[in-house]
C-alpha cells in the first residue's frame, strides 16, 4: 500500500533552459544534489515502510475477523504475500526556480498465498503534490491523493475509497547525518461484504488513520570508511513509526488500532552519471514495538533484504526498479515487494 510518490522521484532533476541561461541550474537542482549526495533523498521520497505497516493493518483486520467466527481456528495463521507497484509521476518546476508542482498515478496489486484468511487487494491512485527546496540543506513538501481500495477474500469483500494528506520534511544538519520525517492522514469510509449461511452481511464505518514516521540517515564514501567499495556510498538508515487507525463501529464507539516499527538498516550504491544504471543493495532489521490488533499470529521481528536500479538522463528524467523482501524470523509473515517507476520533468 505505497503511494505514487516513491522513490522513483528520488534522482529527478530539472534544468530548463531558461533557468540555465541566467546563470546556472536553479536552485531546486542544487538543493537536491546537495540532499540527494546526503543519502537523504530516498528516505524523502520512498512509501516503503508506509505500504508496509497499513498492508499489516489490513491483514490484521482479516485475521480477527476470521479468528471471531464460531468454531474457526486460533492459530496457524500465516501471510505471505506478493505485491506489484507500478507508478508514473511528473514534475514541472515553477518560475521561483527552486519549488515543484507534481503529478502522478499508481497501481497497487497485492496477492497472497493461500491460508487461512488469504485476501487479494488492487489500489489505484492519482494525486498532486507540492515539493520545495528554496534552502540549500533543507526540502519539504505537501501531496494530496486519492484512492480506491478494494480487497477480496473467500467470504469477505472490503472496500475503501478515501484522500489521504502527507507532509514530508528533510534536513541535513552536518556533512554525514540528516534526518527526514513524514506525517500522513487519511479518511474514507470502510464497506464490508461479509458472506455467511444465512447471507450477507454489510457494514459502513467510517475510518481515519493517522501515520508518523522518522529516520537518521547517515553517508559514507571509501574517503570517510575504508571498508566502503570506491565508487560507491553507505547509507546508515534508524527509523520509527507509529500508525493509529480509528474505525467508527457506531456513532457513539470507535475501534482504536495502534502500531509502531523501529528499524535499522544499511543501503549501499553505486555512483552513477546520467545515462548509466546505479545498482542498490539493502540489508536490515526492523521490530514491530506496537502491535495492537496482530492477535492469532506470532511475528514481530523481519529481516529487511533489498535490491535496486535507477537511470537517469541529461533531462532528470529516471526509470526505478526495486524489489524488496521482509522475511518474518519466525516464518509467520512474508512480504515481496516490486516496484518499478518512471519520472519525467516538463
Given amino acids: 500500500m505505497k503511494t505514487f510518490f516513491a522513490a522513483a522521484l528520488a534522482v529527478s532533476f530539472a534544468t530548463p533552459a531558461t533557468v540555465m541561461a541566467q546563470g546556472g541550474p536553479p536552485q531546486a537542482v542544487k538543493t537536491q544534489q546537495n540532499l540527494g549526495a546526503a543519502g537523504l533523498l530516498g528516505s524523502f521520497f520512498s512509501g516503503s515502510q508506509y505500504g508496509v ?3 499489516r493493518s489490513g491483514e490484521n483486520a482479516a485475521r480477527k475477523g476470521a479468528a471471531g467466527a464460531p468454531g474457526a481456528a486460533q492459530s496457524g495463521y500465516q501471510h505471505e504475500t506478493a505485491t506489484f507497484l507500478g507508478l508514473i509521476s511528473g514534475r514541472k518546476l515553477l518560475n521561483d526556480g527552486a519549488s515543484y508542482l507534481t503529478f502522478g498515478a499508481s497501481f497497487n496489486n497485492k496477492e497472497e498465498r493461500p491460508n487461512l484468511t488469504d485476501i487479494d487487494t488492487q489500489i489505484p491512485s492519482i494525486g498532486i503534490g507540492y515539493q520545495n527546496f528554496s534552502n540549500q540543506n533543507t526540502a519539504y513538501a505537501a501531496y ?3 484512492s480506491s481500495r478494494d480487497s477480496r477474500g473467500e467470504t469477505v469483500h472490503s472496500r475503501r475509497k478515501y484522500y489521504e494528506l502527507r507532509f514530508d520534511v528533510a534536513h ?8 527526514t520525517g513524514r506525517l500522513v492522514h487519511t479518511r474514507g469510509d470502510l464497506k464490508v461484504d461479509v458472506t455467511t449461511p444465512f447471507g450477507v452481511v454489510a457494514t459502513v464505518e467510517p475510518q481515519t488513520v493517522w501515520y508518523g514516521q522518522a529516520e537518521l540517515v547517515g553517508n559514507f564514501t ?11 556510498v553507505l547509507n546508515p538508515i534508524l527509523g520509527i513509526s507509529h500508525d493509529t487507525e480509528i474505525t467508527e463501529t457506531s456513532p457513539s464507539t470507535k475501534d482504536v488500532v495502534e502500531s509502531g516499527s523501529i528499524w535499522a538498516k544499511a543501503t549501499l550504491s553505486k555512483l552513477a552519471g546520467p545515462g548509466t544504471w546505479s545498482p542498490n543493495f539493502t540489508l536490515g532489521l526492523e521490530h514491530e514495538y506496537l502491535q495492537e490488533g496482530a492477535e492469532f499470529i506470532d511475528e514481530d521481528t523481519y529481516g529487511i533484504m533489498g535490491a535496486g536500479l535507477t537511470r537517469r538522463d541529461k533531462k ?7 524489489f524488496e523482501r521482509r522475511q518474518g524470523f519466525n516464518g509467520n509473515r512474508v512480504s515481496n515487494v516490486l516496484v518499478t517507476g518512471y519520472s519525467f520533468n516538463f
Fill in 53 to 55: 505497516t497499513r498492508a
Fill in 144 to 146: 494530496l491523493t486519492f
Fill in 172 to 179: 541535513k544538519f552536518s556533512d554525514h547525518w540528516g534526518v
Fill in 222 to 232: 571509501s574517503d570517510d570508511a575504508g571498508f566502503v567499495p570506491k565508487g560507491w
Fill in 316 to 322: 532528470g528524467n529516471a526509470i526505478n526498479v526495486v
